[in-house]
C-alpha cells in the first residue's frame, strides 16, 4: 500500500469528550479545504456497528475477555479494508474516534491481556496500518465516569480500578511514544480544548506535508 494520507486518532477514558473533540476538529479541518473522513471504533461500517452493539450490550455479561479482544479485532479488520485504508491510498486525511490503542489500554493493562500478542494482532489485522498522531484526551477517571448517565454500557459498568488500570495504561503508552502519543490534559471549557488541538495539529499537518 502507498499510504498519502495522514491518519489521525483520538484515544481517552470514559467521558473524556473525546467525540466532541474529534467531530470539532472534522468541521474544522473540512472548512479549511482538507479532504477529511470521520470514523469511531467499534463502527465506522456496517458489519463493525453491529458487532459494536454485541461488544456494548450489558447482557453479554459472560463475554471472555478474549472473545472481547477478537472482536474489537474483528471490527477494526473490517473498517480498516473497508473505510481507512482506501481513504489513505486517496491521500486523505481519517480522524477516527479510537484505534489499537483502546485495544493496549481496555484489554490490554484493563484485563490483563497479554500487551504483545495484542500488538501482533493488531499489526495482522491493520496491515500494519499506524496513527500518524494520537491525540490522547486526559481526566480523572471519577470525573469521565460522571459524565457517562445512568444508563452505563457493558464496558462502563465495570469498576473503577479496571477504569483506573485503562488511564494508567494509556499513560504508559503515550510515554513510551511520546512522539506520537499527544497528552491533552481535557479543560472544563470545551473551546479551550478544542483550540490546544487545532494548535497541536495545524502545525503538525504542516510539517507532514512537506
Ligand atoms: P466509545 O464509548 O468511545 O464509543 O467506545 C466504546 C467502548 O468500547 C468504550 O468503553 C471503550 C471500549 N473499547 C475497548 O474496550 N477496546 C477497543 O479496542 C475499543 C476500540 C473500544
Known amino acids: 500500500m502507498i499510504k498519502k494520507g495522514i491518519f489521525i486518532t483520538f484515544e481517552g477514558s470514559e467521558g473524556c469528550g473525546k467525540s466532541t473533540q474529534s467531530r470539532l476538529l472534522y468541521g474544522y479541518l473540512k472548512r479549511k479545504g482538507h479532504s477529511v473522513i470521520y470514523l469511531r471504533e467499534p463502527g465506522g461500517t456496517k458489519i463493525s456497528e453491529k458487532i459494536r452493539k454485541v461488544l456494548l450490550d450489558p447482557d453479554n455479561k459472560s463475554m471472555s475477555a478474549i472473545a472481547e479482544t477478537f472482536l474489537y479485532m474483528a471490527a477494526r479488520a473490517q473498517v480498516v479494508s473497508e473505510v481507512i485504508r482506501p481513504a489513505l491510498e486517496k491521500g486523505r486525511i481519517v480522524i477516527c474516534d479510537r484505534f489499537l490503542d483502546s485495544t493496549l489500554a481496555y484489554?490490554?493493562?484493563?484485563?490483563?491481556?497479554?500487551?504483545?500478542?495484542?500488538?501482533?494482532?493488531?499489526?495482522?489485522?491493520?496491515?500494519?496500518?499506524?496513527?500518524?498522531?494520537?491525540?490522547?484526551?486526559?481526566?480523572?477517571?471519577?470525573?469521565?465516569?460522571?459524565?457517562?448517565?445512568?444508563?452505563?454500557?457493558?464496558?462502563?459498568?465495570?469498576?473503577?480500578?479496571?477504569?483506573?488500570?485503562?488511564?494508567?495504561?494509556?499513560?504508559?503508552?503515550?510515554?513510551?511514544?511520546?512522539?506520537?502519543?499527544?497528552?491533552?490534559k481535557l479543560d472544563k471549557n470545551k473551546s479551550v480544548t478544542q483550540d490546544k488541538i487545532r494548535k497541536l495539529i495545524s502545525g503538525w499537518i504542516q510539517k507532514f506535508k512537506h
Open 107 to 184: 484489554q490490554g493493562y484493563g484485563l490483563g491481556i497479554d500487551i504483545r500478542s495484542i500488538k501482533l494482532m493488531g499489526d495482522f489485522v491493520t496491515g500494519n496500518i499506524k496513527p500518524d498522531l494520537t491525540i490522547f484526551l486526559d481526566l480523572p477517571v471519577k470525573k469521565g465516569l460522571k459524565v457517562c448517565g445512568r444508563v452505563k454500557d457493558r464496558i462502563e459498568k465495570r469498576p473503577l480500578d479496571y477504569h483506573m488500570r485503562v488511564r494508567r495504561g494509556y499513560l504508559r503508552l503515550a510515554a513510551f511514544q511520546p512522539r506520537r502519543i499527544k497528552v491533552i
